[in-house]
């Protein structure tokens, strides 16, 4: 029998070769993700896909697909893990180098019911991790993740016989082909494909010419030391570098693709970052005429122009503000029959015609190169500013420890909760409303938000402003309201960026 991982190893000695590591901090609220070494090591991967394959046969399945992210690691944590599976009695079906979609598309076209994806995303190198699922299109929130953490981490596995390993060949191939299959194009369009030398340069490239664009590479070879940043389109810096290949090749917009391809960032033609909240507003605007009475669902670090919206509001559509977080937003499109889900982050959720309800990057491509094929006379610029104005903060994620980071943001909810209470204002201004479905976002009488949460994956809190009124006004936001709110914290620490 497989023993009860410990949390107390330590590198290059003979018991962290002999006894699994796995500290329990690594399991998160929808995904798993530890620093490979000093949290996890090679055994405690294989106990954990003992554990996961034990949760997967409570629910009454066993077939699972893996796939891996390219970094030095990854595959043979992969390998590790299907050790475990195996010996859970699981039968796996490895599709080799993958995005995070390219395992979900996995799902429905191997007949799996399950899914567990190696990877850190975005995450530095260091980072491990693995996203999970067991009823696709959905992937695992923190009642499963609870239940997997309880398994792991109290040894309570079930091996089993008749586990198997089957490598599968052509995947990639059928996926590419199914998101091409979106959008074919009748407009010449010039696009950046972006990837920041991360697993997605295998893959989108390709995959973009066949939806009938011409492409021009960066940074698509692949490269996991990242030699020039992390593959976020969140990140400024990446965004930055899209820009000036926009304006450098004339292109038409850039699409940058995180680490496993769940995500996707838009630069547009005039050189200009346009937030995921932004673009899933322009898509929803371009969809409702087509989709009358649609249900759309946002993260509450989006922008709140969906609530005033005319064009939604002109065709009876709703929108639904629900946590952060790609399992959450997942989830909750498919318990509505939402017709599709934004995140801030780049995650969109395109379901019916558009998609099977999964985050995918390449899905959100077409249905933007679609966009734009629907609107023959008119930019990607033009469609960002027919937009009604609002002023929102870059993602800022000051650091706090996962032990520390929810406790934090328990006292700052109470803190707005008894404002808004006493009737307090906020720059003078009333508050309309205090959202608490995830963290606290406090809305003011004039529209303008402010957001307050703990990070999901990482030792962070979020912290995300918007105005109605100017971009000095959001500036103000941050550093006269929210950061000195979180200032009086010492278990805050410093700023990733500020706006």
Same mark, same amino acid.
């Given at each position: ?11 290059? @000695? ?21 620093? !490979?070494?000093?949290?996890? %090591? ?27 992210? *390219? /970094? ?32 979900? =598309?996995?799902? =429905? ?9 190696? @990877?850190?995303?975005?995450?530095? %190198? ?30 309570? !596995? ?33 696009v950046i494909a972006a990837c920041g030398n991360g ?26 030391? !990242? ?19 926009? /304006?450098?090749? +004339? ?39 087509l989709n009358p009475g649609a249900t759309f669902i ?9 609530? @005033? ?9 709703? @929108?639904? *503000? ?100 006493? +009737?307090?204002e906020i720059l003078g201004r009333k508050i309309k ?41 959001? /500036? ?24």
């Amino acid at each position: 029998m497989f023993a009860k991982p410990r949390t107390d190893l330590v590198p290059n @000695t003979a018991a962290y070769e002999n006894e699994a590591l796995v500290k329990a901090t690594g399991f998160r609220e929808y995904d798993a993700r530890w620093l !490979f070494g000093p949290d996890i %090591n090679l055994l405690g991967i294989q106990a954990l896909g003992l554990g996961l394959g034990t949760y997967i046969h409570e629910l009454g399945q066993s077939k699972i697909v893996i796939g891996h992210d *390219y /970094r030095s690691y990854s595959l043979s944590i992969k390998q590790a893990l299907a050790l475990g599976l195996i010996a859970a009695g699981c039968e796996v079906l490895d599709i080799g180098l993958a995005l995070s979609p390219t395992a979900y =598309f996995a799902q =429905f076209d191997l007949d799996a019911p399950c899914v567990a994806m190696v @990877t850190a995303s975005h995450n530095e %190198n260091g980072w491990t991790g693995v996203k999970m699922g067991a009823q696709r299109p959905l992937t695992f929130g923190p009642d499963e993740m609870g239940r997997l953490k309880d398994i792991v981490t109290n040894g309570a !596995f079930v091996e089993r016989d008749g586990g198997s390993l089957t490598r599968i060949d052509g995947v990639a191939e059928r996926f590419i082909a199914d998101a091409a299959s979106r959008v074919q194009v009748k407009r010449p369009l010039k696009v950046i494909a972006a990837c920041g030398n991360g697993t997605a340069g295998a893959f989108a490239p390709q995959a973009l010419r066949a939806m009938g664009v011409e492409v021009i590479e960066m940074d698509c070879d692949l490269d996991y030391s !990242f030699p020039k940043y992390n593959p976020n389109p969140e990140d400024h810096v990446m965004l930055m570098a899209m820009a000036e290949a926009v /304006r450098t090749h +004339g292109a038409d917009l850039a699409f940058g693709f995180d680490g496993d391809g769940d995500r996707c960032g838009v630069v547009d033609d005039e050189g200009e970052e346009i937030y995921a909240d932004k673009i899933g507003l322009m898509l929803a605007r371009d969809l409702a005429p087509l989709n009358p009475g649609a249900t759309f669902i946002v993260d509450v670090k989006s922008t709140g122009l969906y609530a @005033t919206d005319p064009v939604l509001a002109a065709n009876g559509c709703t @929108t639904v *503000y629900w946590k952060t977080g790609h399992s959450y937003i997942k989830r909750k499109t498919a318990e509505l029959k939402a017709l599709a889900g934004f995140e801030k982050s780049g995650h969109f959720f395109l379901a019916g015609d558009l998609g099977r309800g999964y985050d995918c990057g390449l899905t959100a491509a077409a249905a933007i190169l679609a966009m734009l094929d629907r609107n023959p006379g008119h930019k990607l610029s033009d469609l960002k500013k027919a937009l009604p104005v609002a002023f929102t903060s870059l993602t800022m994620s000051p650091h706090c420890g996962d032990e520390v980071k929810y406790g934090v943001v328990e006292a700052i909810v109470s803190e707005y909760q008894d404002l808004a209470a006493a +009737g307090g204002e906020i720059l003078g201004r009333k508050i309309k409303d205090v959202i608490t479905v995830n963290g606290v976002r406090v809305a003011l009488d004039d529209g303008s938000w402010v957001l307050v949460r703990a990070s999901s994956n990482k030792p962070e809190i979020v912290v995300v402003v918007e105005s109605t009124q100017s971009a000095d006004d959001m /500036r103000a936001l941050f550093h006269q309201e929210v950061k000195p709110r979180l200032a009086k914290r010492p278990e805050v620490g410093a700023y990733n960026q500020e706006v």
